[in-house]
């Protein structure tokens, strides 16, 4: 889409097409509460290994994706 390509974002982006929980659990492989922001980082398998559900801070972003390269 459009905000996709003005922010060169090059990762798969899905959109769900229902507000069911179970669907959304599905698609992100994990549960969360629904809290803003919520954060999910996947390693490379699809995996999640972490998941906030607050801010986050940039070292801490940082940290953790460094650790997956």
Known sequence: ?????????????????????????????????GALPTTIIYNKMGKVVHVWERDTTYDELAGAVKALL
Not at 7 to 23: C, G, K, M, Q, Y
């Open 1 to 33: 889409g459009e905000f996709r390509e003005d922010h060169d974002i090059r990762f798969p982006v899905h959109v769900l097409n229902t507000r069911a929980p179970d669907a959304l659990y599905g698609a992100l492989r994990t549960e969360v509460s």
